[in-house]
């Protein structure tokens, strides 16, 4: 069974940058679409990123986009999530997540109930 693992989480003032790292441990993650999500209480849990296993045609909501990127190495079964000027908007618990063998393109990656594989979620607060 294929658990995720997310780190690099923390408390960091308005226009810092973070890197978040997700990991897959119990087996490899393959050909899978990878995707961060965050939530935060009282709220539905929202895409942040997703891409497929190759990398390309990554998708990023639109609060993010030009702020976050998504990036993956399938070799490692490893995903990241680097999030540079970051905002106190930006505070939420953020989630890993994979999808064994989905073949998805941009937008198309995003959807949650797709994912078959989550991490226990990593802490991001933003404050100053």
């Known amino acids: 069974q294929v658990q995720l693992v997310e780190s690099g989480g923390g408390l960091v003032a308005p226009g810092a940058s973070l890197r978040l790292s997700c990991t897959a441990s119990?087996?490899?993650?393959?050909?899978?679409?990878m995707g961060w999500f965050r939530q935060v209480p009282g709220k539905e849990r929202e895409i942040v990123a997703a891409v497929a296993w190759h990398g390309a045609a990554p998708y990023h909501a639109d609060a993010v986009k030009g702020r976050f990127s998504i990036s993956v190495d399938s070799a490692q079964s490893a995903a990241y999530l680097q999030m540079n000027n970051l905002k106190p908007e930006d505070t939420a618990v953020y989630y890993c997540?994979?999808?064994?063998?989905?073949?998805?393109?941009?937008?198309?990656?995003?959807?949650?109930?797709?994912?078959?594989?989550w991490g226990q979620g990593t802490q991001v607060t933003v404050s100053s």
């Open positions: 997540a994979a999808a064994k063998f989905m073949v998805c393109s941009g937008y198309g990656c995003a959807d949650l109930r797709k994912y078959d594989y």
């Open positions: 119990g087996g490899t993650l393959g050909r899978s679409a």
